[in-house]
């Protein structure tokens, strides 16, 4: 499962204070699993840690996520009903590299040619190709995905390992490349970073859970603020029906319009027929 979450402004006495919408998604897609894609979203004053916890409070499996520290009591050993894996993004970590190294963006900001960082280039080089592996092999089933990992992204892995761990020993702490190259080698982020080797299912990025936040991010340019709490959970509740129906290609107008309609006839043994994923079934068949 992958987990996120972004800003949300909530209406407050003199102004407005930063609260939080939360994602969870599921999509067995990349590697070819049977699950319908779906995502939730749960909404917040703030971003404690007791959030997360509550929202997955009987769930047990592995999180794909950023390496926010909220997260943490989720991978604890003596959680109930045990604990989850963590599975972290490698996007967020190119990133950061990425930024040190982006010719076209120093040059808009004037910045000289010292500036560019040829070790943040060979990094991205390097994870670059391990994206390149993970292209090919999209959609596969996660055994042929994780043979594939096995043979050809392992080494790349570990030879990346090694050559971060000897750069980072000719660098100060406070250099820009030492920190990005820090924030993977931190306490049991390596682990984390690497479980995709060892589980064909895992994907290599969270950009599963960024895609469905997308709408909300676009929407702060739209709406100015959440009104109240109240508020906020029926936006999140709106954004889990919304971002399911786009995720199983379910126009979300047309089937909640549909929806809405037959509800007040329907019998509960007849709802899960509509589930966007059932629905849209029904109405390619009605169709044909």
Not at 177 to 191: G, H, L, N, P, S
Request: net charge positive.
């Amino acid at each position: 499962m992958h987990g996120d979450d972004t800003t949300v402004p909530l209406l407050a006495k003199g102004g407005t204070r930063t609260a939080r919408l939360w994602t969870y998604v599921r999509d067995d897609r990349p590697f070819a699993g049977g699950a319908p894609p779906a995502a939730v979203f749960h909404f917040s004053r703030d971003r404690e840690m007791t959030h997360p916890n509550r929202h997955l409070a009987g769930w047990q499996g592995i999180l794909q996520a950023d390496a926010y520290g909220g997260y943490n009591d989720l991978y604890r050993g003596d959680r109930d009903p045990g604990p989850a894996s963590s599975a972290l993004c490698w996007s967020h970590a190119r990133r950061k590299f990425f930024e040190l190294a982006d010719i076209k963006e120093n040059a808009r900001k004037k910045k000289p040619a010292h500036d560019i960082s040829p070790v943040a280039l060979e990094a991205v080089k390097r994870i670059d190709a391990i994206f390149d592996i993970e292209r090919e092999i999209n959609g596969l089933d996660a055994g042929s995905r994780l043979e594939v990992r096995q043979l050809r992204s392992r080494p790349l892995v570990d030879d990346l390992h090694d050559w971060m761990h000897s750069e980072r020993d000719t660098m100060s702490k406070h250099n820009p490349v030492a920190k990005a190259i820090t924030y993977m080698f931190k306490k049991d982020r390596w682990e984390a970073f690497t479980r995709f080797l060892d589980d064909g299912r895992i994907c290599l990025t969270n950009n599963a859970a960024e895609r469905a936040l997308r709408g909300v991010a676009l929407g702060r340019k739209s709406w100015l603020f959440a009104g109240s709490e109240r508020g906020g959970d029926r936006a999140a509740f709106m954004y889990s029906l919304i971002v399911t129906a786009k995720m199983n290609d379910v126009d979300p107008q047309a089937w909640l319009a549909d929806v809405l309609a037959r509800l007040p006839e329907i019998t509960a043994s007849r709802v899960p027929d509509l589930l966007p994923w059932n629905w849209q079934s029904s109405e390619r068949s009605k169709a044909a």
